[in-house]
């Protein structure tokens, strides 16, 4: 073996791996984070009855659904400059995953709403409540219970996608992966940690979507 | 306390109220039948505005019902509205059920609500079910908690859209012991329901609807003992 391969893992590259799960962390809770509050406004507009409102959400959860998370980063990191917006990469990739995931989010969101029927629309009108009292008081609540589920599987899936903002070197899990893989060609060991600190991430979030819906579970 | 004035109701090509016009006075008890499909039910959701009317006027205690949304949230927190199927919240409790409207459309407050919505419970004789989910109650006890829900706001009027239709036969004295009650106390009520006894002891007015139109109206003994209408008196020979 050449002398310039490194043939273990040393404590500088364990740091990097925490600095990678660190990076990745950021990436994840700021963009999926503001991908929610999007998410929500979007799929209250497209529950709506007014058609201004439902049918644009409709239209931007369409596009972005059905174009790839790769392309919209592209866009997103390449096209812009070329409009003379430079973006940095940090904020390239929480601007896409922000985007990406309001769109799918949004859909669930008007499932959970719609699931609700319209008897207690009813009665919470007919108690005075406004749209917004009913939407917070009545009707979320109980949509929660069913957004919860496939919220939760579709945040752990862009938690493992966000593993695409690597091709635009911005030092997340997976590019660490990458650069200590070139550096020691120990592909096995490296990627094998890289997904168990995937896993790390994504696990107690599975757990916490079982215990909040247990919690909100509503007999009968 | 009501007043209907002509009011034209469809549902697309569906003439569901046909030039409808109804006074209720304040402690009333109107009690309305017909067979399904008259337009009792959409009468009654017309006057706190469930249902959009297409012509005609609602007042409901001086106050004109129209687009305007203030109008309406403002009537609506004083008519108290129970339901066929309930539509109690489930995901709050029995208590909760019937204080978050007091507190969040009243903004009156909470400690005082408490203590008025655990009156109203015991009234209706639930007072050791308020910590228990809707689903854990029965039928009986459901509908209960409904009116009790809708009395914590302190209703000028209520209305009660076949509310033992839903129920177990055994279930349905508990409800209408409950509603009479309610009567005596001097509540201005309209009720629909198929209930002909309910509406011979409590009723001050019997109404009987058929295709969208009141077709006869008069104290119970008028409208069931000597009905003048041919439809009335088909629609009570079916049921009587």
């Known amino acids: 073996m050449p002398q310039y391969v490194q043939d273990r893992l040393n404590i500088y590259d364990a740091l990097l791996l925490l600095q990678g799960l660190g990076n990745t962390v950021l990436l994840c809770v700021a963009g999926l984070g503001l991908g929610l509050v999007i998410a929500l406004f979007v799929g209250l507009a497209r529950a709506s009855r007014f058609r201004w409102l439902s049918w644009p959400a409709a239209f931007y959860i369409e596009v972005i659904r059905d174009s790839p998370l790769l392309m919209q980063l592209y866009l997103v990191f390449f096209a812009l400059p070329l409009m003379g917006l430079q973006v940095p990469i940090l904020v390239a990739g929480v601007a896409t995953l922000m985007v990406n995931s309001s769109a799918f989010m949004a859909e669930i969101v008007r499932a959970g709403i719609q699931a609700i029927g319209k008897d207690q629309w009813d009665a919470a009108r007919a108690l005075g409540m406004g749209y917004l009292q009913s939407m917070r008081y009545i009707v979320m609540p109980q949509a929660a219970r069913v957004i919860i589920p496939p919220g939760v599987g579709l945040l752990i899936g862009l938690i493992k996608d966000s593993s695409v903002v690597s091709v635009i070197s911005y030092i997340e899990l997976t590019r660490v992966g990458q650069i200590l893989t070139e550096k020691t060609f120990l592909s096995f060991q490296v990627f094998g940690i890289v997904a168990a600190l995937y896993f790390v991430l994504c696990y107690p979030l599975s757990r916490l979507a079982v215990s909040a819906e247990r919690r909100l579970k509503v007999s009968g | ?240």
Not at chain 2, 63 to 74: A, G, S, Y
Not at chain 2, 141 to 154: D, F, G, N, S
């Open chain 2, 1 to 240: 306390m009501v007043k209907v004035k002509n009011i034209h109701k469809h549902f697309g090509h569906l003439h569901v109220l046909k030039d409808v016009s109804l006074d209720v006075a304040r402690g009333e008890v109107v009690v309305i039948i017909g067979p399904s499909g008259s337009g009792k039910s959409t009468l009654l959701r017309c006057l706190n505005y469930l249902e959009p009317i297409q012509s005609g006027e609602i007042w409901v205690d001086g106050i004109r019902l129209d687009h305007h949304k203030t109008n309406i949230r403002q009537v609506r927190a004083e008519v108290g509205m129970v339901f066929q199927s309930f539509n109690l919240f489930p995901h709050l409790s029995v208590l909760r059920n019937v204080m978050l409207a007091p507190v969040i459309v009243r903004k009156r407050p909470e400690a005082e609500v408490r203590q008025e919505a655990l009156a109203i419970l015991a009234k209706v004789g639930l007072q050791d079910k308020t910590d228990a989910f809707p689903s854990q109650l029965s039928g009986g006890q459901q509908q209960r908690v409904a009116i009790a829900r809708a009395l914590c706001m302190q209703p000028k009027l209520m209305l009660f859209d076949e509310v033992t239709s839903a129920l177990d036969p055994e279930l349905v004295r508990e409800v209408l012991d409950v509603m009479k009650q309610l009567a005596r106390d001097g509540m201005t009520m309209i009720v629909v329901t198929h209930e002909m006894g309910f509406a011979r002891e409590v009723a001050d007015r019997v109404i009987f609807m058929d295709e969208g139109q009141i077709v006869e109206q008069g104290s119970a003994e008028d409208v069931f003992d000597r009905p003048q209408n041919q439809r009335t008196k088909e629609f009570l020979g079916k049921i009587l």
